[in-house]
């Protein structure tokens, strides 16, 4: 079937500190992955994406890694900011269209 | 360069009354698609058109619902005969070919009384 998900709906931690998102996809025939960030009464907003010949890959605080094996991706954030308070979404690109988990809500703690 | 557009960014209706929701996508971009979010869940893909065609709607309810992307002009998302269940925010995201990152516009927050 073609769903995307994540294990922890709410993600509390302390400003300063590494932030760990996780999602679990079910297609194993996808090739592309995103991450986005919404904030609340917002469009999601592109953080940063993969393919599936890449493992790891790297931006400006953040980093996705993709296990191709346990079809998983994960979403890090260094040193998370009050800023990056927000609901983040993976999505998998299925056919044209990108399916997307339920949400994570991150809150960071001051 | 200006991000993809929506509006109305809210729009209330009476059950049975029609929505239209409008997308200008980003400039340059060809490719548009609209999503479903209802309260504390992910996006749910509805359509994907290019100018002029319906590429996929697999997503799309069977009944009342409706999208264009015409050759001038935004694409429109059409809801007739609303219900209580269709409100939801709809969002619009468009992309310069397939298989790219979609850019969101901020979507359109239906609430049907």
């Known amino acids: 079937g073609e769903s995307v998900g994540l294990h922890l709906p709410t993600l509390s931690v302390q400003e300063g500190d590494n932030s760990i998102i996780n999602c679990a996809y079910s297609n194993s025939a996808s090739d592309y992955f995103i991450w986005y960030k919404q904030e609340s009464g917002k469009g999601p907003q592109f953080i940063i994406d993969?393919?599936?010949?890449?493992d790891k890959r790297q931006g400006q605080r953040v980093t996705v890694l993709l296990n191709k094996t346990v079809k998983h991706l994960s979403l890090q954030i260094a040193a998370t900011q009050p800023g990056d308070s927000a609901v983040y979404f993976c999505a998998e690109e299925y056919g044209n269209k990108l399916v997307f988990g339920a949400g994570t809500i991150l809150r960071v703690k001051s | 360069n200006a991000g993809v557009m929506q509006n109305p960014r809210h729009l209330v209706r009476r059950r049975g009354q029609e929505a239209r929701l409008r997308c200008s996508p980003m400039k340059g971009h060809s490719h548009v698609y609209w999503y479903r979010q209802l309260p504390e869940e992910g996006l749910k893909f509805m359509v994907y058109l290019q100018k002029e065609n319906i590429i996929d709607e697999s997503g799309m309810p069977k009944e009342r619902f409706s999208a264009e992307f015409p050759k001038e002009g935004p694409s429109i998302l059409r809801i007739q005969q609303v219900v209580r269940g269709d409100s939801a925010a709809y969002f619009c995201?468009?992309?310069?070919?397939?298989?790219?990152?979609?850019?969101f516009g901020p979507g359109t927050r239906l609430t049907v009384t």
């Open positions: 993969i393919r599936s010949n890449m």
């Open positions: 995201a468009s992309s310069p070919w397939a298989d790219y990152e979609q850019y």
